[in-house]
């Protein structure tokens, strides 16, 4: 039940951002479900393990290959997909908090955010690039089979 | 004649290249582009983006031209139409002038979501999944509605001002000011919560996490020039965010 609600919410945040960047239409929806999907494998994974690199990383790999499939077969460019998608697992909050600590003199604080916020990052880019080259094996029998 | 048409094909080449970078597409993805179009159209074109400059050159002739692009939001419609567009030019389904024309039509005017639509969107952001069992549900409608003024904010501040960084210290500030207020009139249960879902369509998670993806590509300068700029972004909605709790702590009578 937590699980479908955290997914519909994340659909329609991924949706959202999708609005503001001005994703072409018929991609939307598409970029929704993708999100949707990223985050809920991230919070399966958060049920399993507390590392933050395992879950950010899963979480990136499930949107990078679903991305992929995705956008060979309605034919447009990748970031169509993930720019919207990764939008509820990007360390967008955790820099605010580091680089707000650091205004407020708080340097232990605003360091630990910083590292924090480029672990998490190399782990969305490290999932990404993973999901690539193994969609990169595939792609000739997934575009010969449509 | 042929001197007229390269330079006709550079131009055009120069400014899909600026579209591209402006409108959020990586610089590996303008580089290729320009390479394919370059090629469908009978001419080697070798092609070096960066954040800040587009260098586009013949491979054999002495022709060099220059883009300085002006980086600014994401609209990933016109990356989308560009792309169909070089495909339809490099299976030869249109000439290079409906190229030209499309290109420019492009440039001037592209389909955009209306600003009912986009303020629903921005609220619909601000409702984060990673607030939902933390926060109560009347402090995820009140991000909603906070999230809501917060971009409004931002946008009449990007209209207003030319330096890249105010409009977010605005809406950020908008945003901090608004939360405390909220809950200091007891409505809202926590400012804190509220502050985390509202920034969520102002905050540089996806441009930060692109800036990394292409120091790993080894697009280093580009990289790093994006990196800064996500950095940047970041304190300005930090200092915003402080000055608007400031401002509403002596509103309400306390320091």
Redesign the interface.
Known sequence: M?LA??FI??F??T??????????RR?LFLAGVTGACG?TVYLLTAQVTSNIILQNFLGALTIGLLANIVAVRI???V??LY?PG???L????V??T???E???GNYINAGRNLIR??VI??A???G??IAESIFRRVRYRIMHRS | MAEKRLENIMDVCGLIAKILLESGAETTRVESTIAFIGKAAGVELNCHATMTAIFISTESGATTHLVKPNVSAFNLQKVDEINSLSRQFSAHEIDFDELERSVQAIDHQVIDFTWLQKIIGAGLVSVTPMLLFKASWSDLALAFLVGIVGYLASQWGSKHSKSPYLSVIVGSLVIGLLANLLQYVGIADSAANIIIGSLMPLVPGVPLTNSLREIIDRDILSGLVRGIDAIMIAGSIGIGTIVGSFMAHILTGGI
């Not at chain 1, 949706?15 to 072409?24: A, Q, S």
């Not at chain 1, 990007?90 to 909050?93: E, L, M, T, W, Y």
């Open positions: 937590e609600v955290q919410v994340s329609l945040s949706i959202g951002f999708g609005i503001i960047t001005n994703v072409p991609v985050w034919k447009a460019p970031n169509m720019v990764l939008v509820s990007v360390p967008g909050i820099i605010y580091s680089l707000k650091f205004t407020l916020t480029l990052a190399f969305i880019d490290i990404f690039a």
